[in-house]
C-alpha cells in the first residue's frame, strides 16, 4: 500500500475507535488531542498542490522541509571542518570573535592549511625584524589631494560601507561607537546618514550611491541643497560616491518593504513600507568627464572635505578612460575605493555574487597599475575594500598598493554576526541585519561596541607585528615582492612575478600598455 493509502487507513482507525469507544471511556478523546492535528495537517498535504512530496507522503513529507531548513546550522556546528565554511571558514570566524572578546587568539599544534595546496600564499619575514615597540602602532593615512580642504588622517582599517535599514538601529550604534572608541571610520553604506551613525560622534565616511538617499528630490534625482546640508554634519570626514559594489556591480540595491519602515524612508526620502530597488546607474552623469565634474561639485559643496569614488572593476577601459579624463580636466578623486567581485554584505542575485566583477586583489593591482601609468597615485589614496579577516589579509592588499582598507563582514561578526545568512530575511537571529525589534533587542550596544573596537586595535597591532617580523617599519614599506604564492606544487610566484608593478609615468609616455588581467 502506498504511504498515502495507509495515512488514509490510519486516520479511519484513529477517528473509529475513538468514536466507538467514546460512550465508554470519555478519556479517549485525549487521543485525538495528539492525532486530531496530524490527521488535520495530513489530509491538507494530499489537497494542496505546491509540494509533490507533502501530497505522496502525507505528515511525514514534511520531515524533508524541516531538515532542509536547519541544514546550514547542521552544516555550521556538525560538518564543516575548520577550513571548509563558506563564505567565512570558521578559522577566520573564530579568530575576530576572540579579538572582539579579546581572549587569546594564538594557535596551538601548527597551522591547520595544507601549505602545499595552490593557492596558499605567505609573507616573507626577515632576520633583522625590526623591534615592534619602534613603530607606529596607529599608522594613519592622510587622504585628500591637492584641491582637498579638509583633509583626513584615516586609520589603517575603517568600517566598510554598510546601510541603516540593511543593518539594525543597534548594530549601527556598536559600530559608530566602537569606531569613536577605536579612533576609525564608519561607512554609512548608501542608505544615507541615520541618527544613529550620529549618536556617539564616530567618523563617518558618507556614501552617496544612485538612489542619492539623503541628497535626492522627490524624482530620485541629485538634490545639491539636501547634499550640502548632511556633507557638512561636522562627523562626516569623507563623501564616498558609489559607482558599484562587489556583491552585485552593474545591479542596483534592493530594500525589502519589510525592513523599509517609516523612520528609514524618512531617513532615505522614500515612501514608506514599500520595496525600493536603487537604479543600477547613475542618473548624475553619464560618462567619465561629467563624473569628475560631479565629484568637483561633491567636494564644492562639502566645503573641500575628502571625496573619492567606489567601484568594483569590470571594463577596464573604462577605469581608463576616468584616469585620462582627469588629466584632461584636472579634477582629481582624493581617493578611489576598490571593491571586489567575490561579494559582500549586500543580498544579491547567485550570478552577480558569482560570476560578475573581477576580484579584489586583481582588481586592485590594476587600478593601481593604472593610476601608476597615469602619474596619479601621488594624488590619489586607494582603498581596499573586501574580505579582511585578519592582519595578513591587511598585509597583502598594502603590498599590492592600497593605502588603507575597510571592511564588512568582519565587523558584523564582531558586532555578534553567526553567519546564519539571513540577512535579506529580516530574521537575522543575532539583531544585526534586521529591523525586528524584539530580534534587535538581543544586541547590547555596550557590549557590541567594545567588541568592535577590541577587534579594530588587535588587528592593527597584529598587522604592526607582521611588519616587524618583515623588517620595514611603515606600511608603504611593503611591497609585492613580499607576497608568495604556491601556483603548482613545485612552483612559487612572488605578487610582483603575478601582478608586475607599472612604471610611474609609462601610459603617459606610450612606452608602456597595461595588459588585460584576463587574455
Known sequence: MKPRGIFVLLSIIVVGVVVAVFPFWNNVIWFMVLFGPLIVIGYFDMIQKGHSIRRNFPVIGNIRYLLESIRPEIMQYFVENDTDGRPINRLDRSLIYQRAKKVNDTAPFGTQLNVYDIGYEWMDHSIYAKNRKEIDHDPRVMIGGPDCKQPYAASLMNISA???????????LAMNKGAKIGGFAQNTGEGGISPYHLQYGGDLIWQVGTGYFGCRDKKGNFNPVTYKENANIPNVKMIELKISQGAKPGHGGLLPASKNTEEIAAIRHIDPHTTVHSPNTHSAFTNATELLYFIKELRDLSNGKPVGFKMCIGKQIEFTDICEAMIETGIKPDFITIDGGEGGTGAAPVEFSNSIGIPLRDGLAYAVNTLRGYDLKKDISVVASGKVFSSFDIARLIAIGADTVSCARAMMLATGCIQALLCHKNTCPVGVATQDKSLMRGLDVEDKSQRVANFHSQTVYS????????????????????????????????????????EVGALLKKEEILEPIHS
Open 162 to 172: 554598510m546601510s541603516f535599514g540593511s543593518l539594525s538601529m543597534n548594530a549601527v
Open 463 to 502: 598587522f604592526i607585528e607582521l611588519m616587524a617580523a618583515s623588517g620595514v617599519t611603515t606600511p608603504q614599506g611593503l611591497r609585492r615582492v613580499h607576497i608568495n604564492r604556491r601556483v603548482e606544487m613545485d612552483k612559487i610566484k612572488k605578487y610582483s612575478e603575478i601582478y608586475p608593478l607599472t
